[in-house]
């Protein structure tokens, strides 16, 4: 039905829906304090905010210059070449799916299903509850897990504080060198880096599946094959339990998790049993609409926690799970 309205509808009237659609960015991307934007000799772009943060990003895919081609009159002064980390500084530093109710204390109108919260039918004063559980504050300590390029990271780092701590696992290579690119810039100093994959058990040069687009890889390659990614190779990354990596750097306690690994979620949950148990103040977030093993991950991960001794669990209508001590 929507392909034959598609087929049947002048492009300009497409055009024009999509324009009224990404209003709300339009006004999100024309408030955002932008200093100074660019493209480094490696052909990265970057985007420097007058607060002082600086953000490395991948070059703007096809996708997002479609994208940039319905608004660009409205965004006159936004260079092309930077539009993709623009839209990632809104998607994931202005409202980071690892800080569930984000949006409760910075409203926006833009895509509001990317605050985790907003995937529940909560009344305002039990959403504004929950977030408020949810709340980073100075000297918690954080497990990033699968941190990607680490706008998240950094707004999680900016909430701990200098006394806080983060400790950041990403394996894609590309993600990664863009993760600690992002952290030295803006010289974090509670952020430690982590250069692999997180799971239940440690190996050397492990398998791991991409296809070729960053946020489409994971330890699971029969998760990436339901999504229907045809093109999936095969790359070799270190994979450790968090338990692992925590206990050399003297963490036993945690207070805030966040995993979004595509797939892998329960392996790396059962890997950091030891540091769930002992963390009394303890809050984790996970996405479960992917499909493993029979299933939608969102059920795994229920009962998966449940075993594990979280008694505050619950799961959001596309699949959020979140989880409290």
Same mark, same amino acid.
């Given at each position: ?133 949810? @709340?980073?504050?100075? #000297? *918690? +300590?954080?497990?990033?897990? /699968? ?10 780092? %900016? ?57 489409? @890889?994971?330890?699971? #390659? *029969? +998760?990436?094959?339901?999504? /229907? ?10 994979? %450790? ?85």
């Amino acid at each position: 039905m929507k392909q034959t309205i598609k087929k049947i509808t002048p492009a300009w009237a497409i055009k024009r829906l999509r324009k009224y659609r990404l209003r709300h960015l339009v006004d999100e991307i024309n408030a955002l304090p932008i200093e100074q934007m660019g493209v480094d000799e490696k052909s990265f772009p970057w985007v420097k905010l007058r607060e002082g943060r600086i953000f490395y990003g991948l070059p703007t895919s096809n996708d997002e210059q479609k994208l940039f081609g319905c608004i660009k009159r409205d965004i006159s002064s936004i260079d092309e070449r930077c539009f993709g980390v623009i839209s990632e500084i809104i998607d994931r530093y202005r409202a980071p799916r690892s800080l569930p109710g984000e949006l409760t204390r910075f409203p926006s109108r833009y895509a509001p299903i990317r605050d985790p919260l907003n995937d529940y039918d909560f009344s305002t004063n039990v959403t504004k509850k929950i977030a408020s559980k949810f @709340n980073l504050r100075q #000297g *918690d +300590v954080v497990v990033d897990i /699968g941190a990607f390029h680490g706008f998240g990271t950094m707004r999680m780092a %900016d909430y701990i504080g200098e006394n806080g701590k983060i400790v950041a696992f990403e394996a894609n290579p590309v993600s990664l060198d863009l993760l600690k690119r992002n952290i030295v810039e803006n010289r974090l100093a509670n952020v430690i880096v982590v250069p692999k994959a997180a799971s239940n058990y440690t190996k050397e040069a492990s398998k791991f599946y991409y296809d070729g687009v960053p946020t489409g @890889n994971s330890l699971r #390659g *029969d +998760v990436l094959e339901n999504l /229907g990614i045809n093109s999936i190779v095969e790359i070799k990354v270190d994979v %450790d339990t968090p338990d692992n990596v925590l206990s050399q750097i003297g963490i036993d306690k945690v207070n805030h998790v966040s995993i979004t690994v595509n797939g892998g979620e329960p392996e790396a949950l059962e890997g950091m049993a030891n540091t769930i148990k002992a963390s009394d103040n303890l809050r984790i977030t996970m996405p479960g609409w992917y499909y493993r093993d029979g299933e939608r991950l969102d059920v795994i991960l229920e009962r998966k926690l449940v075993q594990m001794g979280l008694s505050n669990v619950i799961k959001g209508k596309l699949g959020r799970v979140l989880a409290w001590k």
